[in-house]
């Protein structure tokens, strides 16, 4: 339905047998659709004789508790969606044939690791959860293994008492890295979901009503396991809270899962536990100013080496590679440990150009620069590939350069300086040995379950995400460089750290290696200086169409409009992508004071808006 379409208005003659929550068969167009009771007006704007009239021999297929009726109002609400839209999501399809008994349920498959003696510290801590009157909890977990052991003897007695735990996981891979964990005990009271396992309407519906009824006391997933209907749901347990793929950002309804998680737990007055080695800010800040309890496993022990890219040189070697990094690695080499470099940049270089004129070979979709990889020009955005060009198409000259840093140059000059080392590359399109004596990756590699021990965790290149004109860049570099650590100490006790970057005077590679705080309590000076989360709440919207001229336009009309209601506006600029999906992108970026006067004003500004736009409140990104 539109955006602004709540829902539509039928006759019931047998009122009294519906109530609010029933999902029951209703004439639309000529057909029979399924719609959902939420509300028994006592007027209608329809006249009387045009209303469509509900069978009396409509049968009541599934109910569904108003509870969860009001949680979808108020993500309906909050991120400007159609609530139908929002409904739709946690409703689950009735099968039209017959139901069946012979469902694959995705259950959970216990591991290699299964957890089964818990450390004394860890069950005192959570008999110490459970006996406080507290609700809301914020972990810092520096400890992998202990943090997995936190999580299972949290389900693990929430699943005695009878009672439901929901464990969130930010993706897949991490989902299936604590599955290894699960004690085999635990199998058949766990239910695993993800978006793949909601594709089948009979596999959808039976695990919507094994959840509903309590079947299932340990229900795991990803962002989509939000919308079922619980029941006695105890605790909400957040691996990896800082993470961006709980923020459903490049499609309709554009929620953030952590601020659902929040409302979810209110609801049932369950447990809300966020984990991560570096909160998001606006969730310690939350935190911080509603007393949250603080749970601290493992500790920040690890003294990381900061050096300049610009003090690098070396004749001998890449140009990349400084001599503190080189001899770390050739130090491993000789003690026969494995080594771990990270590159954040796919390819051989991130750019071809032309030193006589300046041409920058662009793909033509995106209209971004392509890199160079496996001798050939590629898009990262959108997959465009083609044969890497011997002249320039603008002044046929054959000065062509490569421009910078990229994983198989650098996997390059290993294999040339340690011509007997076994040296792998891990990133999206190669997925090589982790085995290895060196291993060169990508934050692809977070991915990856069952890391080797390495003794030596060099990040080359840092600056990837510092280069990007976003307020997020920082925070977003400082939970990257402390994932990587942890994950890293998983395997191996301690690490050899070394940081290569240009930035050294920037705040998160100045807080690496630090407690939290140090790096909170700037950035959150920062925020508040120049107006950012969680001062102010932020509403992107998003024009697209085919003519970028057309788009531009209405941008700017959208543009004027919003300033002359007086709101802080910023002026309409480009996505950095040139197309999305063959459409050009203009956005707007609107600052709106917390619980401020664009709460009252919110029916007018939507109205502003057709169909060629897209509103993304609380957005993960500004570019």
Known sequence: ?????????????????????????????????????????????????????????????????????????????????????????????????????????????????????????????????????????????????????????????????????????????????????????????????????????????????????????????????????????????????????????????????????????????????????????????????????????????????????????????????????????????????????????????????CSDCGFVAACPTCKLPMSIMDKNLQCFRCGHKQDVLLSCPKCQGSNLKQRGIGIEQIAKAINKLYPAARVSIVCENKDENLNADIVIATAEILNKPNWPQFSLLGIVYADSALYLADYFASSRLYEFLNELVVNARFASHAPKVIVQTRFIDNLAIKSFGLPYSTFFEQEIDFRKNFKYPPFVELIKFICQGDDEAKVAKEADRIYKKLASLGLDVLAPFPFYAKKVRKKYQWQILLKSAVGGKNKDLSNDIIALFGADWRIDKDPVSLL
């Not at 239910?191 to 909601?198: E, G, P, Q, Y």
């Not at 969730?283 to 309890?293: H, R």
């Open 1 to 353: 339905m539109p955006r602004g379409m709540d829902y539509l208005d039928y006759l019931a003659p047998d009122a009294a047998r519906l109530s609010i929550g029933n999902v029951i068969e209703v004439p639309f167009r000529g057909k029979a659709i399924l719609g959902l009771v939420i509300d028994f007006p006592k007027t209608s704007d329809i006249a009387a004789n045009k209303f469509k009239i509900i069978s009396s021999d409509a049968k009541i297929l599934l109910t569904i508790p108003c509870q969860q009726i009001e949680l979808a109002k108020k993500i309906s609400e909050h991120y400007y969606y159609s609530l139908p839209g929002i409904l739709k999501m946690m409703v689950p399809d009735i099968p039209k044939k017959k139901f069946s008994d012979n469902v694959d349920i995705p259950l959970a498959k216990t591991g290699s690791r299964p957890i089964t003696n818990i450390p004394a510290n860890i069950k005192k801590l959570v008999e110490q959860m459970f006996c406080s009157s507290d609700k809301k909890y914020l972990l810092f977990d520096y400890d992998n293994e202990l943090k997995s052991q936190f999580f299972v003897e949290t389900a693990t007695r929430i699943a005695a008492e009878d009672k439901q735990c929901l464990l969130l996981f930010p993706n897949i891979a991490a989902m299936e890295k604590f599955l290894q964990c699960l004690p085999k005990k635990m199998a058949d009271k766990t239910i695993v979901i993800t978006s793949k396992a909601l594709i089948a309407k009979n596999q959808h519906n039976a695990i919507w009503q094994g959840i509903f009824d309590g079947k299932y006391k340990i229900i795991i997933g990803t962002r989509s396991a939000l919308f079922f209907t619980f029941n006695n749901l105890a605790a909400i347990l957040v691996d990896s809270s800082h993470s961006v793929d709980y923020k459903n950002y490049d499609q309709n309804p554009r929620f953030h899962g952590i601020t659902v998680t929040k409302w979810l737990s209110a609801q049932h007055n369950a447990i809300l536990l966020l984990a991560s080695c570096a909160p998001r800010i606006v969730d310690y800040f939350e935190a911080k100013n509603e007393k949250w309890k603080q749970i601290i496993l493992g500790t920040i022990d690890w003294q990381p080496r900061i050096i300049s890219t610009q003090d690098i040189y070396s004749a001998a070697a890449s140009k990349h590679l400084s001599f503190e990094l080189l001899e770390a690695l050739e130090q491993a080499l000789g003690a026969k440990q494995r080594s771990l470099l990270i590159v954040n940049r796919k390819g051989a270089a991130t750019s071809l150009f």
